[in-house]
Each structure stands twice: as C-alpha cells, then as structure tokens.
C-alpha cells in the first residue's frame, strides 16, 4: 500500500475541509496532511518549500455569470499576485496563495456557485459538459441538467472519496464536434436510436505516460439513466481498481485487463442489479472539438463567440472588461471549454462585429486557428512535476506562427506540456510536444528539449500520435513548428486535415532531424 493510500485510510479525505481552517489560523499545514489539500482543489506549488499555493476551481455545467468571473477576478488579484488561468478540464486555476487566504477564497466562491470539493485527489474531478449545450441547433440534448445532477450527485460525495486514483467524467449532446469522451474514465454522447433519445457510453480513456482511449460498452442509456449509470461505473471502479501502484491505478489498465464486456457485466450485475441495453455507437467528431471556435450561430437565432484566451492566462482585468462585454452583448453569462478558451453566448447577430472588435483590443478575438486551438499546461513557472516551462514559451510560439498561416482551412491543434503526466493531451494533438531534460555535452549541464508525437486525434482517426525520433530544443519551438505547417499547407489538398496528410505523406518526414537538421550543432551555437 503506498503513503497515500495508507493515509486515505486513516484520515477520509474530505475531512481536510474541517482541518483547512485550523491550518489557515496557524499559517501552516502538518506535512502529513499536504496530500490531502488535493481534495480541496489545492496543491503545493513550485517552489514547495516557499509555501505558496494553487488552487483549482470547478466551474459546474461551464456556465458561470458575468459577476462570477468579476469575482473570480477579485481573487485572483486580492490573494494570486494577478494570476488566473482556465484550464483544459473548464476550470479556473490560482496561483500565489496562502493557506492563511484559503477559507476566505471559499467564502468568496461560494455565493456565485463554485466550489474545489475533488478538484484535485483520487476522486471524481470536474465533470465536463459540452460548452455548446442549450445553444447549437446540432445538439441532441441540452446535457447541463444531467451535468448539474451528476456533479451534485458525486463531487465532494464521501462514498468516492477514496478511489484508486483521479475519474474524470465528461457528457456531450453534440458528439459529431467533440471527441473529448476519448479521454475521460466515462464519456457519454447523446444520439438518437430510433427516434429516441439516448447516451452511448465509453469508459477507460486517460493519457499520461501510459495512454489508453476509451472503449465503448455498447449500451444505450436514456437520459435519466445516466446519473445512476455514472455513479455504478464510478462505485467499481472504487472496489475494482487497482491500488498497489499508482502509476497503474487508473480506470484504463482495469479496462485494458479485463475489456469492457466484462467491466460492463460487473456493472450489472453488483452495482444495477439490471442489464443495460444495447445500443450502436454515437456518430464522432472528425477534429475533436475544434469546431467549437468563432462566431457560430445559435438554434434560437443569436449567436456564440469563443474567447480565445492564449493557452488559458486570462489576467482581471480582462476578466473583468469580459465579464462587462457579456453584459452589454449577451446576457450575462459566459462559458468555459475544454481547450482553455471562454465563450460569451447569446449575442445578436448585428452585434457580433462590435463584440469581436473589443474582444480584438483585449487580444482575446475570436480567432479559429492556432490561437485558439493551441494549449500549454502549468510548467516550471508553479508546477512540482514539469521539466520545462511551457505558458510563455507557448504563447510566444502562437504569435510567432499565428499570422503566418491564419489562411489555414482546417483546424490544426498543438498541445505543449512541461512532462510525461499528459496534462494537455500532447499524444492526441496534430503536433503534440512533451517536454524533458537533455544533458548538453557542450555546456556540461542540461537543456530543455521537446518529444514530439504526431498526429494524434480525438477525432474520427480516434488514436494517440506517432512518437517520432530525436527532439527539438526549446530554442528551437518556433522554427521546427513553422516548418511543420509550412509542409502541411503548401502540401495538403483543400479540406484535407492534418491526420490525413500525414498519413498520406509519412510521419517520418516529419523528425526534427529532418526538419532542422543538423540539429545538435545549432543547439549549444
């Protein structure tokens, strides 16, 4: 049994709500407890030994009102020296706290809906919805009800606060734009069957070292099923999982063990007490959620603008001048996704070109690609784990390229994470870098580098990319990456995404030594 299980045994994780303001008026937390701050949505930053914290924020449903982000923006610049981020899973995400800050951030947040209960932690974490859900005319279903009751219904609940490791939820009504269910312990798509309306489910998706996507269970469930469905799937993978190891404590290596017929037996039978029935698969998104960019018109006439961020900084004050365009554009509320971007819905048709343009002077513009479809995790700037800095570097890397092939026709995604845990799903990108360390036999000491995986998709290709050989040096980001997309756009045919090309022109044309060779002698120039 490792520390932390042998910990979630002897003090039940949710109890660090009750501890949190002992350690607040202290101004300190007992070590043995640290662990446990990842229920409340809290972590240790880098450096640890400074005392600072993040802080992860669920955003229930993506949808948030004008005057929750003024006052998400409030903390962020009272207690996180101005630092806010959005992150791939829709949250919002501090930096620079104390824990002496922390109940009175609670307190804050409480009063316009958000919470931490299992931000973090072996629990259920945020339960993704579509951020399109209520608004396109493609939609099967409006999934922020059945969202609202699955977050109710397990997030902070104790029966799962001690799962083997992370389970994360994800629930779409529009399955043709959104892949995302590939990567999620339980992913559930509305379609129709027959005139009827139903999810198709999937379950076992996660990345990191070890990746697997999801397999399908090859049910139909309806949507009043799906709450009690969710939380069976979530019940064995409590008493099923393994936990012995933690890097082998996730839902995908029981599933990759015993496949999803028997997982779906174990489901039925100990957890239902009923069969589920069948059901076909649910039609998939081609790009995998990149369609959900731009201005895009509403079922009811109006319309929706993406808010694209630059890999999720946001700082308050144009959270704020956001939160006053919603107001005076839309109808006061805004949505996260789960691409690090925002979303104002609900804007008039004739008022779309004026909002776009302040959008434009707050460098948040509407743009459909690159900008918008390019994340980058935490790094080295706060996060304990990564080995190389990601936020700036990236942000630097799209207004590098951004002009240069705004012409693109097709959405083309780069996801940059600072080490092997996946935190931006580099393998399912077109260009997806992992970030580590590399002796520098020049210097004698160590340089960041880059893995490269290519052409991943939670699209219809539905597979993690191709780890090419070698590497790229930090230094060298912009260039390997312009050369990529100058290959692409001068080789592909109209409409052609960048999966098909590279399946159709071979990956290996793609190695940074082939690409930017010689690639050692530049390095250490």
Same mark, same amino acid.
């Given at each position: 049994?490792?520390?932390l ?9 949710? +109890? ?5 303001? /002992?350690y607040?008026?202290q101004?300190?937390?007992n ?5 446990l ?10 450096p /640890?030994?400074?005392?600072y ?10 949808? $948030? ?6 006052v ?14 959005v ?5 919002? /995400?501090f ?17 316009v ?10 629990t259920v ?6 951020? *399109?859900?209520? *608004?396109?005319a493609?939609? !099967?279903?409006?999934?922020r ?6 977050? %109710?219904?397990?997030s ?6 001690? *799962?083997?490791?992370?389970f994360?939820?994800s ?9 995302i269910?590939l990567? #999620?312990?339980?992913g559930?798509? =509305?379609?129709?069957v027959g005139?009827?309306v ?6 076992g ?16 469930? +309806?949507? @009043? ?18 936990r ?5 404590s996730?839902?995908k290596? *029981?599933i990759?063990d015993i ?20 059901g076909?698969?649910a039609?998939? =998104?081609? $790009?995998?959620? #990149? ?11 109006l #319309?929706?603008v993406?808010? =694209?961020?630059?890999?999720? +900084?946001i ?10 365009l919603?107001? +005076?554009?839309g109808?006061? !509320?805004? &949505?996260?996704?789960?691409? /690090? ?5 609900h804007?008039?048709? @004739?008022d ?5 343009a302040?959008?434009?002077a707050?460098d948040?513009?509407? &743009?459909?690609t690159?900008?918008?479809?390019t994340i980058a995790?935490? %790094? ?7 080995l190389?800095?990601?936020?700036? &570097?990236?942000a630097?890397?799209?207004?590098h ?6 012409d ?6 780069i996801?940059?994470?600072g080490c092997s845990?996946?935190?931006t799903?580099?393998?399912v ?8 360390l590399?002796? #520098?036999k020049?210097?004698?000491? @160590?340089e960041e580098?880059?893995n !490269? ?6 699209? @219809?290709?539905?597979r993690? %990319?191709?780890?090419?050989?070698? $590497? ?5 980001l912009?260039?390997y990456t312009?050369? !990529? ?7 592909k045919l ?9 399946d159709?022109?071979?990956h290996?044309?793609f190695?940074?030594?082939?690409l930017?060779?010689?690639v050692?002698?530049v390095?250490?120039?």
């Open positions: 049994m490792s520390d299980e042998a910990l979630k045994k002897e003090v039940p994780p949710f +109890r660090i709500f009750d501890l949190i303001p /002992q607040a008026a101004g300190f937390v070590p043995d407890h640290t662990d701050l990842k229920w409340a949505g809290v972590y240790p930053q880098r /640890q030994e400074d005392g914290l993040m802080m992860r924020v669920k955003v229930p449903t993506a949808e $948030f009102s004008s005057e929750t982000l003024r998400v923006a409030g903390i962020s610049e009272d207690y996180g020296r101005g630092f806010l981020d992150t791939d899973r829709q949250a919002f /995400q930096h620079w706290l104390r824990i002496e800050n922390v109940p009175e951030i609670f307190e804050r947040l409480e009063p809906g958000l919470h931490t209960k299992g931000a973090c932690g072996d974490r945020a339960v993704i919805a579509s951020p *399109l859900a209520g *608004l396109d493609r939609e !099967v279903i409006d999934v009800p059945i969202a609202a009751a699955m977050e %109710g219904t397990l902070g609940n104790p029966d799962f606060q001690d *799962l083997p490791r992370k994360k939820i629930l779409t009504g529009t399955p043709e734009l959104e892949g269910h990567i #999620n312990d339980i559930f798509l =509305a379609h129709e005139g009827e139903g999810f198709d489910v999937w379950v998706g996660g990345l990191g070292a070890v990746a697997h996507l999801a397999r399908r269970l090859g049910v139909f469930v +309806r949507p @009043e099923e799906v709450v009690e469905v969710g939380r069976a799937i979530a019940a064995a993978y409590r008493d099923h999982g393994y012995v190891s933690r890097k082998k996730r839902l290596f *029981l990759k496949g999803p017929e028997k997982f779906r037996e174990i489901v039925e039978t100990e957890y239902l007490g009923r069969p589920l029935r069948d076909p698969p039609p998939v =998104a081609r $790009f995998g959620g #990149n369609d959900v960019l731009g201005v895009q018109p509403q079922k009811d006439g #319309n929706y993406v808010v =694209a961020t630059t890999v999720g +900084r700082d308050p004050f144009k959270a704020r001048k956001l939160a006053d919603a107001d +005076r554009y109808q006061g !509320v805004l &949505r996260t996704t789960a691409f /690090q971007n925002m979303m104002i819905p804007v008039k048709t @004739e779309v070109a004026a909002l776009s302040e959008l434009a707050l948040l513009a509407p &743009r459909t690159l900008r918008g479809t995790c935490t %790094g080295t700037q706060f996060c304990r784990l990564a190389t800095e990601t936020k700036a &570097r990236t630097n890397l799209v207004d390229i951004e002009a240069k092939f705004s693109l026709d097709v959405p083309f995604t996801n940059l994470t845990n996946a935190c799903r580099y393998q990108a077109d260009l997806g870098f992992m970030g580590a590399r002796a #520098n020049e210097t004698g000491g @160590e580098v880059y !490269v995986h290519l052409a991943g998709s939670i699209g @219809e290709a539905q993690t %990319g191709t780890k090419l050989k070698g $590497f790229v040096p930090a230094v060298r912009n260039e312009e050369a !990529v997309l100058s290959d692409f756009r001068s080789g109209p409409g052609e995404s960048f999966v098909e090309y590279a159709r022109v071979g290996e044309r190695t940074p030594d082939a930017l060779a010689p050692r002698e390095v250490t120039a």
